[in-house]
């Protein structure tokens, strides 16, 4: 009886964690859409843009720039690299919007987000993955997923989530160094839950 007791109480305290959790990410993402969030002691002020043509609309730091092309070719080395890159003032913390040629509905962007998982546990069989899901965000279906990967200036956290925009997968990721996984990674997802998707004029 004990036993069971103890399995109650630690459903509990894992629930309450759970909540807690919950409530801390909504109150980010009000802070982010309010417009100032504290970071590391600093308050960042965030801000709504419209990227890609006003296909899209999101909250990021006001103080985040375009990175330059030099840095974009060191930090992404792959001639495949994202069309939009913004960084913090050592290009440590970056964001990224990319609106790719693949097909895609809704429906399949669950298999598609299995499918990426799939391709990157062959080809770095060193990542260390955290979560992965589909969120309704704004209306549309998001897949995510979360990792910790190896990268030329050390280990990097990793989100990447997509959604579908006009018929074609809409790619977006944020990275930042292992050390500041503590101060972003929330920060990070509630960035995401600012993401708009808007409907084709």
Request: glycine share 4%; with cysteine; net charge negative.
């Amino acid at each position: 009886m004990k036993h069971m007791d103890e399995d109650i109480i630690e459903l509990i305290n894992n629930n309450e964690k759970l909540q807690e959790e919950m409530k801390n990410k909504e109150e980010l993402e009000k802070q982010i859409r309010g417009g100032v969030v504290a970071i590391d002691g600093e308050n960042i002020e965030f801000e709504e843009r419209s990227l890609l043509e006003d296909k899209i609309k999101i909250c990021i730091p006001k103080s985040f720039e375009i990175m330059s092309h030099q840095d974009a070719m060191t930090k992404y080395p792959s001639e495949r690299r994202p069309e939009l890159i913004f960084t913090n003032r050592d290009t440590s913390v970056n964001i990224s919007f990319n609106h790719m040629e693949n097909r895609i509905t809704e429906e399949s962007l669950e298999d598609f987000k299995n499918s990426m998982i799939e391709i990157l546990k062959n080809m770095q069989p060193s990542i260390k993955w955290l979560e992965s899901g589909l969120e309704k965000i704004n209306g549309k279906n998001i897949a995510f997923y979360e990792m910790m990967a190896p990268a030329f200036d050390g280990e990097t956290y990793n989100l990447i989530y997509f959604g579908e925009l006009e018929g074609r997968v809409l790619l977006c990721s944020f990275n930042c160094l292992e050390d500041q996984v503590e101060s972003w990674r929330a920060v990070s997802f509630a960035m995401m839950k600012t993401l708009k998707i808007c409907k084709e004029k």
